[in-house]
Structure formats: C-alpha cells, structure tokens
C-alpha cells in the first residue's frame, strides 16, 4: 500500500509533494510489475506441470525463478543488441540454482585417459567428409526424451551413438533404453542416477552381449532393480573408439562419415542450462571443465559461423526442440572434442 502525508512549510510541502508523486508512481510501477509477474509465474508453472511440496519450497523455487527472469531480460536485451549469437528463455530448469542443475543432471563421470590408447580411434583418412551433415534427416537420431532429475546423461549419450549404427546395419531406426543402462552397468562402474562414463556404457552392452530397447525396458527418471531380458534386446556392439582429445577436425571427419558420436562437454552456465536457440558462442565456456554427456548429431554453417549441432537428454522444452547448435571450430569450445566415443556394431 503507498501513501504518503505532507506537513511543513510551502516550500517544504511542495518538494514532498514532487518526492510523494514519485513515489507513488515508483509504487504504481511495482505494483504493475509484480501483478504482471506473479501472472508470469503462474502461467509458467501450469506450463512446466510444477507442484511444490510446501510453502517454504515455492517462496524458495519463486526466489530462484525470479533471479533466472532477471538474467534472461537482460541476456537477451544484449543479444537483440547484438552482444549475444544466442537467446535464452525460461524453461523447466528456471526454478533451479545452477549448482542444482550441475549436481542433479549433469552426472558425468571423467574417463580416466590413460586407460586408452590412440589406437583405439579407427582413422577415416581419404574419405570425403561432407560440409553439412544433419543425421536426423536420415533417421539416424530417435525423439528427444527428458531425463529428469537423475544424472544418466552418459546413458542417453552411449545410447543415441548406438541407435545411429544400429539404423545403419539394420535399416530400421529403435530408440533404446538409458534404464537399462542406469539399472544394470554398475559393475562396470557407472552409478546410475549419481553418474557414469561413456565408454563404461558400451562395455556393458558388449560384456552383457546387448541392451534392451525403450519400449521394452522404459525410462523411470531414477535408478531400480536390473531387469534386462534378451527378449528386449534391440542393440549390440562389437567395440567402442575414443576420438583424439581435442581435435575438432577428427570429430567432423567421423560424425560426417560414420554417424551420430557420443559426447562430453561444458554445461556448467547458467546461459546453457536456459538456453533457447541460436548460435551458443560463449568464451567463457572452458573446454577444460566436462561434466555432462551429449549426442552430436551433425555439423553446418550458419551465416559464416560453423556450428555442431547437438542432442541433449533434458526434454523438447529446452534449447531448439531438445537441440543446440555449439560455435565450432573455436579452439574445442565448451570441450565438445574433448572426449567423443563412437561405438563399431
């Protein structure tokens, strides 16, 4: 409520009078602004199917929603200006903190590199790698799904470079399960929803002899009992490549030859966990700094500026229906050539 009482002298009556009118009008402004957001809120929430437990969670998840309005007005004020090739926007993750989308989704665990060798990457020398490769225009790249609240990022990875050799060998494109994975690759040492590697995925699929596909093993959004059963069974792989660290160059020449690869980058900003479209160019992006896994399904020119363009596993709300486009060729931004794996069927 604004109002305002003014005694004194003439003088002095008026200068509060000039202070009271603007703040009234401050207060008219806010009050506007608030109205206006709280409709925002509401709508969001409806939007993104968001239910909080209790009074001390929404007054929490409001607080951090509103702080992700602020940056996404003025991320995207600079990029109309144009300071940013990219747009933000607030999707499902905009209640989060940024620690909490890092800790709870980003579950990728660093491979250990001396446990491979260079000889483990098949070169691809001689063959003519095209300049503009979109792999889900040969039914190579399965729908996007959402993970959830559950760090299985490496699963939905593995898996999505399996299902692109499998269309190859077999013609016929099938989504296969991340649960299996999350449920039964323990023993290779993955954590389920607490984490995991990529190269550990493919060495369960070749000591367990397969992975079951989606349809018959269904993603839960979090770790259960392993249920895997041959009859299921919708994938196999002989064997697994990890590309040379670092080399953009190597990683175009196999995505552009032999198929969707397996990832791991930089997701740790909060300019990638509310990205919305566009070029994702951002230098800060360290190439050093790898903790979440994702599918690289093709790569392009847009405007004189190269791109990968990617898969993620965090729903078709996110980025540009499920997908972003990462600069290219600016000294391995953001780790995208940091640790790819391909697998042989």
């Given at each position: ?302 405007r004189g500026e190269d791109f990968w363009l990617v898969k993620n596993s965090w729903g ?30």
């Amino acid at each position: 409520m604004c109002s305002c009482n003014v005694t004194g002298s003439a003088f002095f009556h008026y200068r509060m009078h000039i202070v009271c009118a603007l703040l009234l009008l401050d207060c008219l402004v806010l009050a506007q602004s608030s109205s206006a957001l709280n409709k925002m809120w509401d709508e969001w929430k409806i939007k993104h199917r968001k239910v909080y437990d209790n009074q001390t969670e929404v007054v929490f998840r409001r607080a951090v929603w509103e702080k992700n309005v602020q940056l996404v007005l003025r991320h995207n004020q600079e990029a109309s200006a144009g300071k940013h090739s990219f747009t933000m926007g607030l999707n499902h993750l905009a209640d989060m903190t940024s620690e909490e989308v890092n800790e709870k989704l980003n579950g990728l665990k660093l491979e250990e590199p001396f446990n491979f060798g260079n000889d483990t990457f098949k070169g691809v020398n001689g063959l003519s790698i095209p300049q503009n490769v979109d792999w889900r225009k040969d039914g190579l790249v399965s729908p996007v799904m959402n993970q959830g609240l559950c760090g299985s990022c490496w699963a939905f990875s593995s898996m999505g470079a399996l299902e692109g050799q499998m269309k190859k060998r077999t013609g016929v494109l099938v989504q296969l399960s991340p649960q299996n994975l999350v449920d039964c690759s323990t023993s290779e040492g993955n954590l389920g929803c607490r984490g995991g590697y990529i190269s550990k995925s493919f060495s369960y699929v070749i000591r367990n002899g397969g992975v079951d596909s989606e349809s018959s093993y269904p993603y839960e959004h979090k770790n259960g009992k392993c249920r895997y059963s041959v009859k299921g069974k919708a994938g196999y792989c002989s064997d697994f490549h990890i590309l040379p660290k670092g080399d953009e160059k190597a990683l175009q020449a196999v995505v552009g030859s032999v198929g969707p690869v397996s990832v791991a980058i930089n997701a740790m900003l909060p300019s990638f966990h509310l990205y919305r479209g566009g070029l994702y160019n951002v230098p800060n992006c360290n190439p050093r700094f790898i903790n979440h896994a994702v599918l690289v399904v093709g790569y392009g020119t847009d405007r004189g500026e190269d791109f990968w363009l990617v898969k993620n596993s965090w729903g078709t709300a996110w980025g540009e229906e499920g997908f972003v486009r990462i600069a290219r060729n600016k000294k391995n931004l953001c780790g995208i050539a940091s640790f790819g794996v391909y697998p042989t069927v």
